[in-house]
């Protein structure tokens, strides 16, 4: 997980603050739990909503897999098409953050933001957004940074959104519904940072 002094506290938004006309969007997802409640939302306002799961960030592959599979266990349980599911893309994410480790959340949200966004530009969408704006353990700077850059690079709208006032909601719902919950961020730094003994070094 990103380090505690990443995290952002922002007052809670109103429900339907974002109503705008209805739109084609596509949901890029980080995990099936996380896509609850912004499927919900979106819907909510009115859009047309479509998944993306593109993220070469989550460790070991098998991991990668029981995420994926959870994935497509909430989108199917909301009937959302999933039409975009990338190669794992493993040596990729690692040479990018290699050497660059205590910048790799921000790495990591460019490149599966910036490969989201070439998806919406190619599928016709009219904008996407990000299951991560629910996370609040997440960088929500660093994100929202990410997906103006990759949104202006391919010519689309990115939806800034902030839903983890109902993060809990999600976890709730998740929980009942039996899914799969991951127990750390994604990539390997992040699973010795949640699995490391006491007192061993980060490094
Ligand atoms: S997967 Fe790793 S690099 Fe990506 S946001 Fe999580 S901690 Fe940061």
Redesign the pocket.
């Known amino acids: 997980?990103?380090p505690a002094a990443a995290l952002h506290s922002r007052p809670a938004e109103p429900r339907g603050a974002h109503k705008k006309p209805a739109m084609r969007i596509l949901l890029h997802i980080c995990c099936g739990p996380c896509a609850i409640v912004p499927i919900r939302a979106l819907r909510a306002d009115g859009h047309d909503v479509d998944a993306a799961f593109l993220n070469p960030?989550?460790h070991p592959y098998q991991e990668y897999e029981r995420r994926l599979e959870a994935a497509r266990e909430v989108v199917d349980a909301f009937d959302v098409p999933l039409p975009f599911v990338d190669e794992y893309g493993l040596t990729a994410f690692l040479r990018a953050?290699v050497r660059s480790e205590d910048e790799?959340?921000s790495?990591?949200?460019a490149l599966r933001l910036d490969r989201t966004a070439e998806v919406v530009a190619a599928g016709g969408y009219d904008a996407f957004t990000t299951t991560m704006f629910v996370s609040t353990q997440?960088d929500h700077d660093a994100i929202r940074s990410a997906g103006e850059a990759a949104a202006s690079r391919h010519g689309v709208e990115f939806l800034i959104r902030d839903w983890r006032d109902r993060v809990m909601d999600g976890v709730r719902e998740s929980k009942a519904m039996g899914h799969y919950r991951q127990q750390y961020?994604?990539?390997i730094?992040?699973e010795w940072d949640r699995y490391r003994p006491k007192g061993r070094d980060a490094a």
């Open positions: 997980m990103p960030n989550i953050v790799r959340c790495i990591c949200y997440q961020c994604g990539c730094y992040s």
